[in-house]
């Protein structure tokens, strides 16, 4: 059999072709100092930044910083088993975590990793920990509303879908609160929630889980934790990767909020990290980029315009704040970067306005944009009336005669102050805000007593579910309100009111309670005339009958005897009497026998 060369030539091609080197080239360093969460690695000159690392015993760590010699290496993980001489090696893939559905209703680290004890999390599909934001030209204006379920907040400081809403205030003062009912008032909604706990305590972190499994809001949430007792590298990389997750539902067209839980404490951990890298420190030793760090994580937060998917990032970031003081470092830059704040007044939850927004410091530069058209409608003067009052109301400590206007202005701030508290885990839905706020606004609860706002606003909830089905489905059906129907509302304030007694029924009871106490304290006044009358009379009789040389009559005797119970008022009368009697020096006093003149 002759042999052909171009056969030969042909198998030899193929087999060149299909030749699999199979080297596994990667770079190799050696730890030279380890400590702290960061190790500084000798020898890998090709790593990029953000790269991730891998070291002994299966824990990875990030490229932080890029020196001449070594890489600064952020351990993410436990590192006490490392020492120096160690090896290191370059994965090639820049840090990143898994996303997608499969995470909703778990709790993970800021690698995503479940730490919930659930088992593992079956998802292949990875996004990096760092990602540029979206662009000017895929985004579009917000204006689709994110309904917290908070009186205060959906009517006076609206947050939109895509906004980024900074809630600041003192510690203790309900800033997580806000966030857990905002998460909890998604319910059968369609906004996917990430909850990012940054430097929390691990009971406090338990207890948001508790609380938020109890009101069935797991269901469409997702936690990352990286606790006071992680490494500072894992809290920092914590808001990163809260905000990739959200980034994956928002590129497939979904709307997803996200709660950085507080950036205060990221950037406790963002100093830590870069002081222990000897990165240069700036203003109370924060890094010089430490804007930049919450900037690039927060422009992430956006509305992506329909041909991008229509979907949606919205950023709540909390910043706990010292003593009030909203112009520290922080606070101000964070204030610079969002679309607006909730403030937060100690002063006012220690008084029980809870929640303690102060009206008059928070605002949301999106505005009636990110409210339905009813809530517009009811509110419009709302935060002019309640600044109004704040002004009257310590104007009014210093004055006592108030007129008719200011005082109808007083009582209206006060019910409508009242109607604004609003208990927690309660959130309500936006058409019984819109019900409530209407009554207030228009003046059906300035003759309701203060201390029955509370069991007015209730009863009134279940008045109108059961007298009139229909009133508030409608609101929230067609997201108006229309002529009939704000007549509607007005007749059932009216009812409800006359129903229950509340408003002038309760101002005639006062009335008469008032006039019953007049009453009583008139006719006892006129006794005590007529008691003292009758003792001024014995008096003069004794007198008469003295002077005139003769003892006392037996009825004069009776008279200046006083009754049982009336000596002590007799005494002072006495000693009234004798007061009044005295002359000046030289003149015979009134009361002497003209024998003795």
Known sequence: MAIRSDEITSIIRNEIKGFDEGADVSGVGTIVEVGDGIAQVYGLSGAVANELLEFPGGVMGMAFNLEEETVGVLILGEY????????????????????GDALIGRVVNPLGQPIDGKGKIETSETRPVEHIAPGVIVRQPVDTPVQTGIKAIDSMIPIGRGQRELIIGDRQTGKTAIATDTI????????ICIYVAIGQKLSTVAQVVGQLEEAGAMEHSIVVVASASDPAP???????????????????????????DDLSKHAWAYREVSLLMRRPPGREAYPGDIFYAHSRLLERAARMSDDNGGGSLTALPIIETQAGDVSAYIPTNVISITDGQIFLQSDLFNKGQRPAVNAGISVSRVGGAAQIKAMRQVVGRLRLDLAQYRELAAFA?????????????LNRGEKLT????????????????????????????????????GEFES??????ESTREQLLPSIAKDKTLSDETTAELGKAAAEFKQQEGF?????????????????????????????????TKADETKADEASAGQAPSEESATAAKPEPGTEESGTEEADADATSVETTEGEPRMDEPKAAR
């Not at 088993?81 to 820049?94: A, F, M, N, P």
């Not at 894992?234 to 950085?260: H, N, R, S, W």
């Not at 009863?459 to 109108?464: E, P, S, T």
């Not at 005639?508 to 006129?526: H, M, N, P, R, V």
Request: hydrophobic share 30%; charged share 35%.
């Open 80 to 99: 006490t088993h490392l020492k120096e001489g160690d090896q290191v090696k370059t994965t090639g893939r820049i840090v990143e975590i898994p996303v």
């Open 184 to 191: 909890i008032n998604q319910k059968g909604g369609d906004l």
């Open 234 to 260: 894992l809290q920092f990389l914590a808001p990163y990767a809260g905000a990739t997750i959200g980034e994956a539902f928002m590129q497939q067209g979904k709307d997803a909020l996200c709660v950085y």
């Open 397 to 409: 400590q210093f004055s006592s005669d108030l007129d008719k206007t200011t005082r109808d202005q």
């Open 418 to 453: 009242e109607v604004l508290k609003q208990p927690q885990f309660q959130p309500l839905p936006v058409e019984r805000q819109v019900a409530i706020l209407w009554a207030a606004t228009n003046g059906h609860l300035d003759d309701v007593e203060t201390r029955r706002v």
């Open 459 to 464: 009863g009134f909830y279940r008045f109108l």
């Open 503 to 535: 408003g002038k029924r309760d101002e005639a009871k006062g009335e008469d309670k008032a006039k019953g106490e007049d009453t009583a304290k008139g006719e006892d006044k006129a006794k005590g005339d007529e008691a003292k009358g009758d003792e």
